[in-house]
């Protein structure tokens, strides 16, 4: 039972990535989804999450417009996609599981389920 990230790497700014995060042993459907990042020295943020059921969207003021997230029902995998890279994008970002219908992005409501995080640099 785990989550698995991958999709991170080393962009310039203004380039485009997309994470994905695949779920084993247990249905994504079951779950709100969220996205997480942490820089070095910062406390983890929540970026982007999707309800379970309710069909609801949040995003961080900082990524809106420029991310986003979805899910595959069929490939039991969730995604982030990443536009307009900034260099105060650079983190390791974080997928993560919570037994909710709606979704938040605060770090408590995510109880179950976290994925290893994937490292995601903006340079030029």
């Known amino acids: 039972v785990q989550l698995q990230a991958s999709g991170g790497g080393s962009v310039q700014p203004g380039g485009s990535l997309r994470l994905s995060c695949a779920a084993s042993?247990?249905?994504?459907?079951?779950?709100?989804i969220g996205w997480f990042r942490q820089a070095p020295g910062k406390e983890r943020e929540g970026v982007s999450c999707?309800?379970?059921?309710?069909?609801?969207?949040r995003y961080a003021d900082s990524v809106k417009d420029r991310f986003t997230i979805s899910r595959d029902s069929a490939k039991n995998t969730m995604y982030l996609q990443l536009n307009s890279l900034k260099p105060e994008d650079t983190a390791v970002y974080y997928c993560a599981t919570a037994p909710t219908l709606g979704c938040g992005l605060e770090r408590h409501y995510y109880v179950d389920y976290w994925g290893q995080g994937t490292q995601v640099t903006v340079s030029s």
């Open positions: 042993g247990f249905s994504l459907d079951n779950y709100a």
């Open positions: 999707m309800g379970r059921s309710d069909g609801s969207i």
